[in-house]
């Protein structure tokens, strides 16, 4: 059954792509898996195509790929930092008002997709993550992240970006996407 589920898939895939719709798109959210409904991957699909035509959707793309590339790179230097910096930053630590700002605006993103995702509401969650551009660019232009003489505020703020990255990648793995 799971041969011709992807047999079917990949047949899906081939259909958008002559469609017109981006190949990076189509496995940004053939990539999250667990799917079996073809035609919710579509509706998937086309919300984020459209939502990556927006101002909003690109400057998030944008700041997805900051966040991430910093992470990742953390990452690489530091053994054992991905298990330090999973699950929520902690708001004690949190010292500026623009780090505040997406510590709240990640909060609240995570009260308002999940549920629109369990609606497949995918339109809904795209504008639910357009509410993260705002709070992102202000912490950019801000926060500086990488505090060395500050490790527990370092590790708070790369938490934070590592939210960021989780609370995107629960839509589709925009790590997939080209900017």
């Known amino acids: 059954m799971e041969s011709l589920l992807a047999f079917f ?19 940004a959210v053939f990539a999250l898996g667990g799917e079996d409904d073809l035609v919710r991957l579509l509706e998937r699909v086309e919300a984020l195509q459209s939502f990556l035509g927006t101002d909003a959707g690109k400057n998030l793309l944008t700041a997805y790929g900051r966040a991430a590339n910093i992470v990742r790179a953390e990452e690489k230097k530091e ?22 700002n ?13 549920p ?29 992240v990488n ?12 938490k934070l970006l590592n939210q960021i990255r989780a609370a995107m990648d629960s839509v589709a793995d925009f790590s997939r996407i080209e900017g």
């Open 9 to 27: 898939a990949d047949r899906l895939k081939v259909q958008m792509r002559e469609k017109g719709v981006r190949h990076d798109i189509v496995d």
């Open 79 to 100: 053994k054992g930092l991905a298990a330090k910096i999973a699950g929520a930053a902690d708001v004690a630590l949190l010292e500026q008002a623009e780090e505040k």
């Open 102 to 114: 997406v510590a709240s605006a990640l909060a609240e993103l995570e009260r308002t997709v999940k």
């Open 116 to 144: 629109a995702l369990e609606r497949e509401d995918f339109s809904g969650a795209m504008k639910a993550l357009a509410g993260l551009r705002t709070p992102i660019d202000a912490f950019f232009d801000k926060v500086t």
């Open 147 to 158: 505090v060395l003489d500050k490790p527990a505020l370092r590790l708070n703020r790369l």
